[in-house]
């Protein structure tokens, strides 16, 4: 039986990350040996977001709640690096995998931030999944509030594109907050 069949079967003719069932194909999650098991069969939508990180949505994204669960190793992989991809550390801290499925979810996913050292204003190292404090009112630009001073944001993210930012969430709203105006809680 080829992959592509494999996989149809093994989802139900469906995506494995969100459930829709248009422009369906294989997609390897890296490092791959090419097989089944190291494979997801995923929608055009999935895979455009996937391929393109700067163009990913959260809400769409959503369904990740329900395929973080999945029996398939190969679908919380992918779920794992996706929720790690949004920030949504409060997810990923709930996901129970095996150490060598961790270290295949952490082989691409840690690569591109693990290098990255931020600190906060006081020159403290700050680590993703760190709780901090806003020590200044910051007024959010596009979002139309104001992040007020001594506002604690948890489960905070390190970007790997911006230097000295943070990413994390104020008033449900995901923003990048400058280092300079945080300390560590």
Sequence with gaps: MNIEKE???RSG??????GNGEGLSVFEVAPSDGSAEQSVYICSACRDQIE?????DEA????????????????VVMSYRLLKALGREDLVDMIYMEDSLKAWADAKA????SNVVVKDSNGVVLNAGDSV???KDLEVKGAGFTAKRGTTV???SIPSDVADHIEGRVNGTKIYLKTE???KA
């Design 7 to 9: 996989l149809m079967s």
């Design 13 to 18: 003719g469906v995506c494995e990350l969100c």
């Design 52 to 56: 393109n990180p700067d163009k990913m």
């Design 60 to 75: 769409h994204f959503n369904c990740l709640n329900d395929s973080m669960w999945s029996e398939v190793p190969a679908v």
């Design 110 to 113: 840690g690569s591109n931030s």
């Design 133 to 135: 404090v806003i020590i």
């Design 154 to 156: 948890r489960n905070i």
């Design 181 to 183: 105006f945080l300390k």
